[in-house]
C-alpha cells in the first residue's frame, strides 16, 4: 500500500486517506456546487467524446448485470417501494394545494 506523509502531524496516510482528506478539504474551500459543476462538465465531455448512445450502452451493462445477480422478487419490491414513494408525493402535493 502506498504512503502519504501529513507535515504537521508526521503520521503516515494511504493513498485513499488522503484522498478523503484532500476531498474533503475541497468541499469544505468550494462547497457542494463545486461538484455540481465538474460533475456536469465530466459528464458533457464523455456524451461529446462517446456519444450520446453510450450512457444507453452502459445502462443496459449494468441492467443486465443486475438482472443475472437479482432475483424477480427485488425487483418486485423496489417497484413497489418506487410506486410508494411517487403516490405520497402526490398525496403531499395535492393537500398543498387544497
Not at 64 to 76: D, L, W
Request: glycine share 14%.
Amino acid at each position: 500500500m502506498t504512503r502519504v506523509r501529513r507535515k504537521k502531524e508526521q503520521t503516515e496516510l494511504s493513498v485513499r486517506e488522503a484522498g478523503k482528506l484532500g476531498g474533503n478539504t475541497t468541499k469544505q474551500r468550494y462547497g457542494r456546487k463545486y461538484y455540481q459543476r465538474i460533475g456536469r462538465k465530466g459528464g458533457m465531455k464523455t456524451k461529446e467524446n462517446h456519444g450520446p448512445n453510450f450512457y444507453r450502452e452502459i445502462g443496459c451493462k449494468g441492467g443486465a448485470k443486475m438482472k443475472a445477480t437479482r432475483s424477480q422478487e427485488y425487483f418486485s419490491e423496489i417497484g413497489k417501494r418506487g410506486s410508494k414513494v411517487v403516490s405520497d408525493l402526490i398525496a403531499k402535493g395535492r393537500k398543498a394545494t387544497t
